[in-house]
């Protein structure tokens, strides 16, 4: 079954940086493309990043453009997103999705926050 693992999550200052980490496992990871999203607290789920399945594709929202650099790893099964420059507005859950026709899969998230 489709598994998808989010880490690298935690607490940084304005001005900060961090690297998510998804880990895929139970299907071909190189023929999908990938996503980032993330849900503040009480706010809907947005899409912040994607890139497509060999990574020569990717796409980013307004808010975090410049700042933010998706990027995979098809032999590891991985996909990143470097966030630099980090705002208390980038404060939210960080979740990994994959979309199949069988479905949208999402990870458990990983908590970021962002705050002095």
């Known amino acids: 079954q489709v598994q998808l693992v989010e880490s690298g999550g935690g607490l940084v200052q304005p001005g900060g940086s961090l690297r998510l980490s998804c880990a895929a496992s139970?299907?071909?990871?190189?023929?999908?493309?990938m996503s980032w999203y993330r849900e503040a607290p009480g706010k809907e789920r947005e899409l912040v990043a994607g890139?497509?399945?060999?990574?020569?594709?990717?796409n980013y929202a307004e808010p975090v453009k410049g700042r933010f650099t998706i990027s995979r790893d098809n032999a590891k099964n991985r996909v990143y997103l470097q966030m630099n420059s980090l705002k208390p507005e980038d404060t939210a859950v960080y979740y990994c999705?994959?979309?199949?026709?069988?479905?949208?899969?999402w990870g458990q998230g990983t908590q970021v926050a962002v705050s002095s």
């Open positions: 139970g299907f071909t990871f190189r023929s999908y493309a």
């Open positions: 999705n994959v979309r199949q026709l069988s479905g949208s899969y």
């Open positions: 890139i497509s399945t060999a990574g020569g594709s990717t």
